[in-house]
């Protein structure tokens, strides 16, 4: 198995003690309690207390990480329709960035900090938009007001270089058909695509699973590996899988007969984060924290059903690639100076 992942964190990584592991990531997550909406909670120390940041009677959900650690972008429905917005963490100040009649979801922060991809959806259909700081929205696909195919891309992911993005797309050629599931890639640069112009990731899964729209993919800091989400036909549990992107092959992370979802590497590459409501879960759905190789070393062990982790660690702000990964011979990765 440890012959399998060839990253060089993989291997050392079970030899750290619990005292050590996780001593300065945060985590912001969506948690939806007992009785109310959803808020966007912070959790400043693996071993603290959760504190709402939102605190608002709307739905505010699907937050991500500013590079810097000093500002979280977001979706709510406060003003009546799903938009995104950045709150700055010390004023809890936040600043709605779109304003069109779509829904605008599932926003994710460039690794420079300088552009944030989204979905933007209408009937069912959508599209991937790319936003600078100033609000200025660009469409990278052009699928939402066409009639076939039915294309609704999701979970917008930065590689690690920032070069590219990649997402998860469900697709209907035509009404009659089986929608079909695929990854793919696009430059954030680029002029509007269509579906056949774009570079896809191949994934080959076990017979009986399927690539999910649901449920988030992750790179690994060195850009090697992708974290997905698959859902196991008939029974429709949903389970994380690694993906070597080099050799093309796949291994089911952390099976269980329930759900896990929102797999999230952290900034060393040595854990992965996910939701899962498997057996010992408080509520609903509680935080994993699992090694590449499959081990369980925490559950958060948390009140209410919380999903969407997204990880930062102050000491790789800054940073698309973790300081401590040999960069000869990867994918994509470099390092933001």
């Not at 509007?192 to 800091?221: M, N, T």
């Not at 050799?247 to 040595?270: F, I, M, N, Q």
Request: hydrophobic share 40%; charged share 25%.
């Amino acid at each position: 198995m440890i012959k399998w992942l060839l990253g060089i964190s993989f291997i050392f990584v079970e030899s750290f003690t619990l005292a050590h592991q996780f001593p300065d990531i945060k985590l912001v997550f969506t948690s939806n309690r007992p009785g109310e909406r959803s808020d966007i909670y912070l959790l400043d120390n693996i071993e603290g207390k959760p504190v709402n940041l939102t605190n608002h009677p709307a739905w505010d959900f699907q937050p991500s990480w500013f590079p810097d650690g000093r500002r979280i972008v977001f979706v709510s429905d406060r003003e009546g329709n799903s938009d995104i917005y950045i709150m700055n963490l010390k004023t809890k100040e936040a600043k709605r960035m779109t304003f069109s009649f779509e829904y605008d979801l599932e926003p994710a922060c460039s690794p420079n900090g300088k552009k944030i991809a989204f979905i933007t959806a209408l009937g069912g259909r959508g599209d991937l938009c790319v936003m600078n700081l100033s609000g200025e929205v660009i469409h990278l696909t052009k699928h939402i007001l066409e009639s076939m195919p039915i294309w609704m891309p999701a979970t917008p992911t930065w590689t690690p270089d920032g070069k590219r993005i990649a997402f998860v797309s469900k697709i209907r050629r035509r009404l009659e058909q089986r929608p079909e599931y695929r990854i793919f890639l696009i430059n954030p640069c680029s002029i509007p695509k269509k579906l056949e112009e774009l570079e896809e990731i191949e994934v080959s899964l076990p017979e009986g699973f399927r690539l999910s729209e649901l449920g988030g993919i992750s790179f690994s800091p060195d850009g090697r590996y992708l974290a997905l989400t698959a859902v196991r036909i008939p029974r429709g549990d949903f389970d994380v899988f690694i993906l070597d992107l080099l050799r093309k092959e796949v291994k089911d992370l952390a099976p269980s007969p329930l759900h896990e979802l929102y797999p999230c590497w952290t900034p060393d590459g040595r854990y992965i984060i996910f939701s899962s409501n498997r057996r010992g879960s408080i509520d609903n759905y509680d935080i994993y924290i699992v090694t590449p190789l499959g081990r369980i070393v925490k559950q958060l062990k948390l009140e209410g059903s919380n999903v969407g982790v997204k990880v930062f660690d102050p000491n790789y702000a800054y940073y698309s690639v973790s300081p401590l990964i040999d960069l000869k011979g990867l994918m994509w990765g470099i390092i933001k100076r």
